[in-house]
């Protein structure tokens, strides 16, 4: 099956570091975050993508294994994997690792659900969705 996938980099700020001067595991989340935005800008599946069609996109589950430390500094590469599934849900995967020794220092995945503008769930794919994974060869 076709795998879609972006690769995003990503530089370790000042902030984003804790007092034993090391990514706070908190702000993977940011980084998973910032994966996701650049494969909705490279495959047409942004935010404003889903909204313009009438539908929000909230995660309703993150799960990160944490491999290796990070410091202020360090680049990243941020690759992101769409998992295509039956259900009515946007399944991510990800692999993120250090560039200067390609470690990889977390995995992660992500699912987010479908609601319509009014809050509901959507518990069959929107038409929207349906054409996009066609359109993607999924």
């Given at each position: 099956m076709k795998k879609l996938i972006n690769t995003t980099n990503i530089k370790v700020r000042f902030s984003e570091v804790d007092a034993m001067q090391i990514v706070w595991h908190g702000n993977y989340v940011k980084f998973l975050e910032d994966g996701r935005e650049a494969f909705?800008?490279?495959?047409?599946?942004?935010?404003?993508?889903?909204?313009?069609?009438?539908?929000?996109?909230?995660?309703?589950?993150?799960?990160?294994?944490?491999?290796?430390?990070?410091?202020?500094g360090d680049e990243l590469e941020v690759k992101t994997i769409f998992k295509s599934v039956d259900a009515a849900k946007i399944y991510f995967e990800y692999e993120i690792s250090r560039k200067t020794d390609q470690k990889i220092v977390a995995k992660a995945m992500s699912?987010?659900?479908?609601?319509?503008?009014?809050?509901?769930?959507?518990?069959?794919?929107?038409?929207?969705?349906?054409?996009?994974?066609?359109?993607?060869?999924?």
């Open positions: 909705g800008q490279q495959y047409g599946l942004g935010y404003y993508d889903v909204y313009d069609k009438g539908y929000l996109t909230p995660i309703v589950k993150v799960d990160i294994d944490y491999k290796n430390q990070v410091h202020y699912i987010q659900v479908f609601l319509n503008k009014e809050g509901e769930l959507q518990i069959t794919n929107p038409p929207f969705y349906i054409e996009w994974k066609n359109e993607q060869g999924l």
